[in-house]
């Protein structure tokens, strides 16, 4: 009987990670009228509905698809804590020294062509550090609590402010803010912490974006 928390089952998640990160670098076009970030998101529902049927058919299903989904952060031990901390301190490192070409494979890649980068490689080394620290954080929090850390930061930073720092700064805090509020909720209502951590992204989402639309607005009155 396989494992689904062992790590040969870590293993086989990891290697389709790669293999899927593989296919985008080597698909991903220079000028497309769908976005790859469109695709990559199609492929992310796909494989976790796909899991979700595998789950289906397992003794415990419905347990295991409830833990895939929204996991159990207060079960985490304090060595599952550090492990984690350490590979995303190494894969900061590796993408802060890195920076210059992610950014310009990311935001201009015209110019990264003329500047002879090797695209898709830079691609692949950005899909593949990407992934391992999905495949890893979803054994603890869930596919759903990862898409909300992933997505939800990043979009608040990107409504409030322009320049990558500023983004960083604000989606830096909009994820601490999201964490903690969502905990304290899930505590006073006794509800599950995952889910409540996902809610609490999505209101502090629509917040953000109220307060970008009324900006914009007073910006075009001006």
């Known amino acids: 009987r396989l494992d689904l928390h062992g790590w040969t089952t870590f293993g086989i998640a990891l290697g389709f990670t790669l293999l899927g990160g593989t296919i ?23 494989a976790a509905a796909a899991a979700v049927l595998l789950l289906s058919r397992a003794a415990e299903g419905d347990e295991e698809i409830k833990q895939m989904l929204v996991g159990n952060i207060l ?3 304090p060595l599952e804590v550090w492990k984690c901390f350490a590979l995303f301190v190494a894969v900061g490192i590796f993408h802060f020294t890195l920076r210059r ?4 494979v990311s935001f201009d890649r ?3 062509y003329e500047k002879g980068l090797r695209v898709r490689w830079w ?3 950005f899909y593949a550090s990407f992934g ?6 979803v054994r603890i929090a869930g596919v759903l609590l990862v898409f909300s850390y992933l997505i939800v ?5 990107i409504n409030l402010a322009r320049g990558t720092r500023a983004r960083l700064l604000l989606g830096w805090i909009i994820a601490t803010a999201g964490g903690i509020g969502g905990l304290f909720w899930s505590f006073y209502g006794d509800l599950p912490s995952g889910a409540a951590i996902v809610c609490t992204f999505g209101v502090l989402l629509v917040i953000v974006s109220g307060v970008g639309f009324m900006r914009r607005i007073a910006v075009r009155q001006v």
Request: with cysteine; charged share 15%.
């Open 75 to 77: 079960l985490v031990t």
């Open 153 to 157: 930061p990043a979009v608040c930073g």
């Open 101 to 104: 070409n992610f950014l310009l």
């Open 24 to 46: 985008f670098s080597l698909t991903g076009k220079r000028a497309s009228q769908i976005p790859q970030e469109a695709i990559i998101g199609i492929a992310y529902v796909v």
């Open 123 to 125: 691609d692949f080394f």
């Open 110 to 112: 015209d110019r990264a």
């Open 132 to 137: 391992l620290v999905v495949t890893i954080f």
